[in-house]
């Protein structure tokens, strides 16, 4: 299993990024899916997560500002990041929970950085 994610960058605060993590094989359809970060010096967080029936959850820093999102078919989950602050610079990874065997897969990570 691979999860590769993509998408990240230099915004200025205000911006937006939309993060895509495609996920190789057939567990897609079978996991759970998550975003986490990792700012310097700071543990990882788990930023938001959408199960396999769809439901999600979000950390209380990115409410209403982020939205976790799917395609089955594409084997891919999204991540839209709107009204970025410098507090959100962060390299993010996605991660897979297969629901079957409880192992989990992280993705490469990608950086965001937005600046003041």
């Known amino acids: 299993v691979q999860l590769q994610a993509s998408g990240g960058g230099l915004v200025q605060a205000g911006g937006s990024l939309r993060l895509s993590c495609v996920v190789s094989?057939?567990?897609?359809?079978?996991?759970?899916m998550g975003w986490y970060r990792q700012a310097p010096g700071k543990q990882r967080e788990l930023v938001a997560g959408?199960?396999?029936?769809?439901?999600?959850s979000y950390a209380d820093s990115v409410k209403g500002r982020f939205a976790i999102s799917k395609d089955n078919a594409k084997n891919t989950v999204y991540l839209q990041m709107n009204s970025l602050k410098p507090e959100d610079t962060a390299v993010y990874y996605c991660?897979?929970?297969?629901?079957?065997?409880?192992?989990?897969?992280w993705g490469q990570g990608t950086q965001v950085t937005v600046s003041s």
């Open positions: 991660n897979a929970l297969r629901l079957a065997t409880l192992n989990k897969y």
């Open positions: 959408i199960a396999v029936d769809g439901a999600t």
């Open positions: 094989g057939t567990m897609f359809r079978f996991a759970n």
